[in-house]
C-alpha cells in the first residue's frame, strides 16, 4: 500500500468534514489561550439551587433557578457555579455544588432557591474566551497542569462565572476561581 496513492481521495474528505469541524472548534475558542494568574476575587452575592449527584444534571438546575428569578421579578447577573466536590476524588453521587445567578446585595427569594455571599478572598483565577461548553474543560485542565507543576492539585470549593457575549460573532469569558490556600 502506498500513501501517495491515498493522498488524493483524503482531500474531499479534509475538506467536506474536518475542515468544518477545525473551524467550528476554532470560532468556540479551542485554541485560544487560558491565562491563570492570583488575583483577589469577590464578594459575590448569588441565588442558587443545591445540588448533589452528577455535575452534568447542573445546567438543569441553572434553568429552574433562572425560572424561578424572572417569575419572581428579580433581574439574573451572571450565572455561577460553586463545586464543592472534586471529580477526581469524590464518586458522582456524592458530588456537592450549587448553581444560579449573581443578584444584588440585599435580593430576597422565594423557595427552592437561597442566597449567600461568597467573601472576598485571593484567588488563583484561570480564564478563557471559549464557548460555555468547551470552555470548563479547557479551564479545568490548564488549571490542573498548572498546580500539578507545582507540586499542588485543585483545592476545592471553585467557583466558575461565565460572561456571556455581546455579539455572535465572538464567544464568552468562562472563568474559574480556587481558593490561594
Not at 1 to 18: D, E, I, Q, R, T
Not at 22 to 46: C, D, H, K, M, R
Not at 68 to 87: E, F, K, M, R
Amino acid at each position: 500500500m502506498n500513501l501517495k496513492s491515498y493522498l488524493p481521495s483524503l482531500g474531499p474528505f479534509l475538506l467536506a468534514f474536518v475542515l468544518p469541524l477545525l473551524l467550528v472548534y476554532t470560532w468556540w475558542g479551542g485554541f485560544n489561550p487560558v491565562q491563570i494568574e492570583q488575583s483577589f476575587a469577590g464578594p459575590y452575592t448569588y441565588a442558587y439551587l443545591e445540588s448533589r449527584g452528577d455535575y452534568s444534571k447542573l445546567p438543569d438546575k441553572s434553568v429552574e433557578a433562572s425560572k424561578v428569578l424572572l417569575a419572581d421579578g428579580i433581574q439574573a447577573g451572571l450565572p455561577i457555579t460553586i463545586l464543592y466536590s472534586n471529580p477526581d476524588l469524590v464518586d458522582v453521587g456524592d458530588r456537592r455544588a450549587r448553581t444560579g445567578f449573581l443578584v444584588p446585595p440585599g435580593s430576597k427569594v422565594r423557595l427552592p432557591l437561597e442566597i449567600d455571599t461568597v467573601p472576598a478572598r485571593p484567588v488563583l483565577i484561570a480564564r478563557v474566551q471559549a464557548g460555555s461548553m468547551l470552555a470548563p474543560s479547557r479551564v479545568y485542565a490548564a488549571l490542573d497542569k498548572y498546580l500539578q507543576a507545582r507540586g499542588e492539585g485543585i483545592r476545592m470549593p471553585s467557583v466558575e462565572i461565565y460572561r456571556a457575549s455581546n455579539s455572535v460573532m465572538q464567544m464568552g469569558y468562562f472563568s474559574v476561581e480556587v481558593p490561594l490556600e
